[in-house]
């Protein structure tokens, strides 16, 4: 029996058949058989999420094996691309075309429906996340038929699946909206929090994207910017390869260890990372420049908080860690996000800013996640659907405006509840 594990080492399962059809007739056959059978169907993509999303003691059905753009409309822009396609085979196809994604989170190893139905997303005011590209949608229900819906067909059906978490049926294939190919200069440098802090509207606004990263137990933050260039790319050089290779990856991952057996070492460790901080710059096409090689195996939780707010909850998180004292040497990562329409995604209705938090695999984070997570709460923040967080269905409904109308279309397409887990119970039956 072959099992499963996530990214991160925490969910684990022993699911009773792992599937992977080439064909969407065969997809059709799996959930008329997983009917009759009375089995049930989770949907995995990459196993990136850190919730037990695609825990699965049932069925488990990746598309893997169900990839590639089926077609483009270089008049509009669009594709129409297989929904287990991942996300760095889908640049180099759409570069191929002339076309790109307009945005892109920090790597690229997902699925596209993977990361659309959970709202990843990347950092820029002027973009939303990436569910929010999709024209179009067909996914395989619970009854075994197709099912297409967009803005105009079957319409409260596509923006209770934008975000959906393989809930509503097997997605087979999406219609993406483009930018033509472009490419990116990124920069990082070194600069203090205050700095940073006085900076941000302006960084905000005067860069396509732009994120920051701050150090605990420093006044250290690194920020990260990219703005599109017409100049040539560059090789990937030595200096790069220093910067994310050894310095964020083989250096970070020596020192995460020490820090893990250690424990008087972490606040000193963060320093060393704040101080060791590099400034890097690069330019290449926009599917090269987005991704980050992600090497040490972490723990995160993500919150999405109102925009407006950001700099009072960043303060109360930073002076939480240094009261507390929590055993964290990994970086708080800081983005934002452009309001949208769809039910289920943490930017419903609000331009937001994330606070990514992370902890090395096998330190202790529950209970830093958790002071964090109060402050959150306080601000109505909304988690990150692929990421550790402890919210409840009455929380989560009292924060997503749109929560009865979602479970409304999802008994309506899966009375059965044949695409839930026990996890996917406890918050949405
Ligand atoms: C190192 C790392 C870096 C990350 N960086 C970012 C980031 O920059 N920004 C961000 O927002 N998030 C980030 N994430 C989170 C990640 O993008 C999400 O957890 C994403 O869902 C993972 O994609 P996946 O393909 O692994 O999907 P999985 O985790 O396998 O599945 C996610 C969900 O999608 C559903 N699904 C998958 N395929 C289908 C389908 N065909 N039909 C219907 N439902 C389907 C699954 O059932 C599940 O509910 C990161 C995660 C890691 C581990």
């Known amino acids: 029996m ?12 022993s699911p009773k058949e792992w599937l992977f059809p080439a064909e969407e007739a065969e997809i059709i056959q799996i959930v008329h058989s997983a009917r009759e059978k009375g089995n049930k169907i989770r949907v995995i993509g990459s196993g990136h999420s850190f919730t037990a999303l695609v825990h699965s ?17 270089k008049e509009k822009l669009q594709a129409t691309v297989k929904a287990g396609t991942k996300i760095h085979e889908l640049g180099k196809l759409l570069w191929a075309e002339g076309m790109a994604l307009e945005n892109q989170g920090d790597i690229d190893q997902q699925s596209v429906a993977g990361a659309l139905s959970t709202g990843t997303h990347g950092s820029g005011i ?11 949608i067909r996914m395989i229900t619970a009854s075994g038929e197709p099912l297409e819906c967009s803005e105009t067909l079957n319409a409260d059906i596509f923006k209770a699946a934008q975000v959906s978490m393989g809930m509503l049926g097997i997605i087979t294939h999406f219609t993406l909206q483009l930018v033509p190919a472009y490419k990116l200069h990124y920069h990082a440098s070194k600069t203090t929090v205050k700095e940073c802090m006085s900076q941000l509207t302006t960084l905000k606004q005067n860069n396509r ?12 933050a690194q920020v990260k910017i990219m703005n599109e260039t017409q100049e040539a790319p560059q090789p990937y050089g030595l200096a790069n390869y220093l910067s994310d290779m050894v310095l964020e990856n083989g250096l970070f991952q ?14 000193g460790i963060s320093k060393l990372a704040g101080l060791g901080a590099s400034s890097a710059s690069r330019k290449c096409w926009s599917h090269n420049a987005y991704p980050t090689a992600r090497l040490v195996r972490f723990h995160e939780m993500e919150y999405n908080i109102p925009a407006e707010n950001f700099e009072e909850v960043f303060r109360e998180v930073k002076k939480c860690i240094e009261k507390n004292r929590f055993r964290v040497h990994f970086p708080l990562e800081c983005r934002f996000v452009k309001s949208d329409d769809i039910w289920l995604s943490p930017a419903y209705q609000r331009e937001s800013a994330y606070i990514a938090a992370h902890a090395y695999q096998g330190m202790p984070y529950k209970e830093y996640f958790g002071a964090l997570e109060q402050i959150y709460h306080r601000y109505g923040g909304r988690p990150h659907w692929g990421k550790l967080h402890t919210c409840k269905s009455e929380y989560l409904s009292q924060n997503y405006p749109m929560w009865e109308s979602f479970l409304k279309i999802r008994r309506r397409l899966d009375s059965g509840n044949i695409f839930l887990n026990g996890y996917l119970e406890s918050l949405f039956l």
């Open 2 to 13: 072959k099992t499963f594990q996530n990214w991160s080492g925490d969910v684990k399962s």
């Open 57 to 73: 003691d049932s069925i488990l059905v990746s598309l893997d094996r169900f990839s590639g753009v089926v077609s483009v409309d």
């Open 126 to 136: 002027t973009f939303g996340s990436l569910a929010t590209q999709i024209r179009g």
């Open 209 to 220: 994207n732009f994120e920051f990263y701050y150090f605990p137990y420093t006044e250290i």
């Open 254 to 267: 020596i020192m995460s260890t020490i820090s893990k057996y250690v424990p008087g070492t972490t606040t």
